[in-house]
C-alpha cells in the first residue's frame, strides 16, 4: 500500500552485529586523505603587510581564488591567511567526488532557477573542463580519474527516477558493472563526475598558488576585518584593497551571515586494500563513483590503492551549531556505514576498516552556495556549498573575483548569485527544526519517497531538503 513504512534494504539485510563490530576493530580515527602525505610549511603572519587582495581560508575555495587572481593579474599581491593548516578541514576530508553540477544536482537547480539553468549546466560542465585543464597544466599529481557517477537504485521504487535519466542500466547490467546485490538498476553518467585525492588535490593547488606568487600564513586566525580594510589576526594584520572571505563552514566574520549556513557532519571509512579476490568478487573494473538517490544516501569509490571509501547517509546537526572536534568520532554512525557497507558487499565478509572519520559541511538551505559583497564591495563572500564544494569552489572563486572587479559579467548576473538563500532559525528553533526535517526524510525513505507536509512546507518555501 503506497504511503506504508517499509524497511530500506540495509534494515531488512543487515550483517552480523559481530562482523560489524570486527571490521570495525582495528580502525584508526585518522583521515586517510591526509595521512603520511608530505605538507609544506607556512609561516604565521607577523607585523604589518599589504596587498591588493587577502583571501580568507586555505582551502578549495580559497585557494582556488589566490590562483585565478594570479592568472587574471599575475602582478597582484595576494596573501592568504588560515587559521590552521592548508586543506585541515573540509577540502581534506570529502570524498574526492569532483562534480560539474553548480547546483547539486539537475531537480535542485531547475526547481529553482529554471529560466537560466542550461546556462547554470554550460557554466558547470566549463568550471570543471577549467579545473582538469588547472591539473593537467601544472603537472598537479591528485590521482584524477575521468571515472563518471554510477548512480544504484536499491529500493524498487528509486527505479523509476533512475528510467528517466541518460544512461539508465536495468539491474543485471548495473551488477555487471559492481556486483551488489542490493543493485536493483543504474544510471551512469560518464561525464560530469571526475575523482581526486581530496588531500593532494588541496596541497597541490597551495603549490601552484605559491609557484604563482601567493604569500600563504598558517596558523593566523583572523579576528575582525576593520575599515579600510584591515584584515588582524592575533600577532599581525595585512592592509587590502579587498577581501574574499572563503570560511565555508566556519563562523562568517560577516554578522549578515552568521545564519545563512549550519554544520552537519558527515561521516566516512576507508577499508583496507582489497585482495585481488575481493576486487574480483565486485568487479568494478570502471573505476566509478558509485551513490544511490535516498534521501539519506551513501557514496563511495575505490582510491588508487583499491581501497574502498564509503561515506555519507548520516548527517548529524549537532545543537548549538558549533564545529567541534568532539563531533567527530561518532560510533554509532561509523557502525551504521560498516554495517550498510557490508550489506552492499555481503561477499567481502572478510573486510576491515583501517581509516574513520568526520568533517563538517557548509549546509545551506538552497544546498548549493550563495555569493555576496560588504564593505562598499571591498569584501566578497562565497559558503554554502552542502558537500559539493570540490569543483564548485573553482567557479565561486570566478564569481568573487568578478564580484570585486564591479563589472557585471555572466556570472555576476546569474539569479543564482544576484539572490540570497532563506537563513536558519535562530536556536532552539534551528535544531528543532532540523531535527523534524532529518526524521521526515527518513520517513520518506520508507514511504517510496513520498515526502511529508512538512518536506512539502520547506520546498514551497525554498529551504530545499533533499538529502
Known amino acids: 500500500m503506497v ?23 582495528g580502525s584508526a580515527h585518522r583521515v586517510f586523505w591526509l595521512d603520511g602525505l608530505d605538507r609544506p610549511a607556512h609561516p604565521e603572519l607577523v607585523e604589518q603587510h599589504a596587498a591588493d587582495l587577502v583571501v580568507v581560508g586555505a582551502g578549495y575555495t580559497g585557494l582556488w581564488t589566490a590562483i585565478r587572481a594570479k592568472e587574471r593579474d599575475p602582478g597582484r599581491r595576494v596573501i592568504i591567511l588560515e587559521a ?4 585541515w578541514a573540509a577540502s581534506g576530508r570529502n570524498g574526492g567526488f569532483c562534480e560539474a553540477s553548480l547546483t547539486h544536482g539537475e531537480e535542485n537547480g531547475r526547481s529553482r532557477w529554471p529560466d537560466e539553468y542550461d546556462q547554470l549546466e554550460r557554466l558547470g560542465r566549463d568550471n570543471l573542463a577549467g579545473l582538469t585543464q588547472t591539473i593537467e597544466r601544472h603537472r598537479m599529481d591528485v590521482e584524477l580519474e575521468r571515472t563518471g557517477t554510477l548512480a544504484v537504485a536499491t529500493e524498487e ?18 551488477r555487471a558493472l559492481v556486483n551488489s546485490p542490493t543493485y536493483l538498476a543504474g544510471s551512469w553518467d560518464r561525464d ?24 600563504i600564513f598558517e596558523q593566523s586566525r583572523v ?27 566556519f563562523p562568517s566574520l560577516l554578522r549578515r551571515n552568521r545564519l545563512q549556513t549550519v554544520p552537519v557532519y558527515d ?18 573494473q570502471g573505476r566509478q563513483g558509485l551513490a544511490d ?19 555519507g547517509y548520516d548527517a548529524v546537526y549537532h545543537p548549538g551549531g558549533r564545529v567541534r572536534a568532539a563531533y567527530e568520532d561518532r560510533p554509532t554512525s561509523y557502525a551504521t556505514l560498516a554495517s550498510h557497507l557490508l550489506t552492499t558487499f555481503p561477499q567481502l565478509e572478510d573486510l576491515r576498516i583501517s581509516h574513520r572519520w568526520a568533517g563538517a559541511i557548509d549546509t545551506c538551505s538552497r544546498f548549493c552556495a550563495y555569493f555576496g559583497t560588504a564593505r562598499q564591495g571591498r569584501v566578497a563572500y562565497a559558503a554554502g556549498f552542502t558537500g559539493l564544494g570540490v569543483g564548485a569552489s573553482r567557479f565561486a572563486a570566478d564569481v568573487m573575483l568578478d564580484l570585486l572587479g564591479g563589472t557585471p559579467t555572466e556570472r555576476t548576473e546569474l539569479a543564482m548569485v544576484r539572490e540570497r538563500p532563506l537563513p536558519f532559525p535562530p536556536e532552539p528553533l534551528a535544531t528543532l527544526g532540523i ?8 520517513r520518506a525513505d520508507r514511504r517510496q519517497g513520498r515526502r511529508n507536509l512538512l518536506l512539502k512546507s520547506l520546498d514551497a518555501v525554498g529551504m530545499g531538503f533533499d538529502s
Open 192 to 215: 560530469d563526475t571526475v575523482l581526486v585525492h581530496p588531500g593532494k588535490l588541496v596541497l597541490e593547488l597551495a603549490r601552484v598558488a605559491a609557484d604563482l606568487g601567493v604569500q
Open 157 to 174: 521504487h528509486q527505479i523509476a527516477w533512475l528510467a528517466a535519466e541518460d544512461g539508465f542500466l536495468d539491474g543485471p547490467a548495473t
Open 223 to 249: 579576528e575582525v576585518i576593520d575599515d579600510g580594510p584591515v584584515v588582524r589576526t592575533a600577532r599581525g594584520e595585512v592592509h587590502a584593497d579587498q577581501v574574499v572571505l572563503a570560511t565555508n563552514v
Open 3 to 25: 504511503g506504508r513504512l517499509e524497511r530500506t534494504v540495509f534494515e531488512r539485510q543487515p550483517p552480523p552485529a559481530a562482523a560489524v563490530t570486527a571490521a570495525l576493530a
Open 267 to 284: 561521516y566516512v571509512l576507508v577499508t583496507e586494500p582489497l585482495s585481488p579476490e575481493g576486487k574480483d568478487a565486485i568487479g568494478w
Open 293 to 311: 538517490p535516498a534521501n539519506h544516501f551513501h557514496y563511495y569509490r575505490l582510491t588508487a590503492d583499491d581501497r574502498i571509501l564509503f561515506g
Open 84 to 87: 590552521g593548516q592548508v586543506g
Open 435 to 442: 531535527r523534524l526535517t532529518d526524521w521526515s526524510l527518513h
